[in-house]
């Protein structure tokens, strides 16, 4: 599972919606389909969250070759792509560390 840590400047209100900043950093061992993110880890909200748009921004890649990365909404899982297709299952991406722009409330 990711590893998910607050960036410091943490979440601020939007009208009506919240704006977070979130360093995901992922696992040794990464699952087809992608990472699994809960709503409230990315949101700040415990109850009844809501993501509305992430945006994802590699940095670090130190382990495997990841050159992009995506945010599946319906199954509110961040997923890695190499450059020619999701990365194989197992790989290990401890190494791999994204910052995420979450709208959401």
């Given amino acids: 599972m990711a590893t998910i840590g607050s960036c410091s400047s943490g979440s601020r209100r939007l009208s009506g919606q919240t704006a977070s900043f979130v360093t ?3 696992s040794n061992s990464y699952t087809t389909g992608g990472e699994s993110l809960a709503a409230k880890d990315l949101t700040g909200n415990p109850t009844n969250a809501r993501v509305d748009a ?15 990365v995506a945010f599946d909404y319906a ?11 999701e990365v194989a299952n197992g790989t290990n991406l ?12």
Avoid: E, M
């Fill in 24 to 26: 995901v950093t992922f």
């Fill in 94 to 105: 401890s190494g791999v560390t994204v910052d995420l722009l979450v709208f959401g409330r």
């Fill in 54 to 68: 992430v945006i994802p921004t590699i940095r670090s890649a130190s382990a495997g070759a990841v050159a992009n």
């Fill in 75 to 85: 199954a509110s899982k961040l997923k890695a792509f190499t450059a020619t297709g």
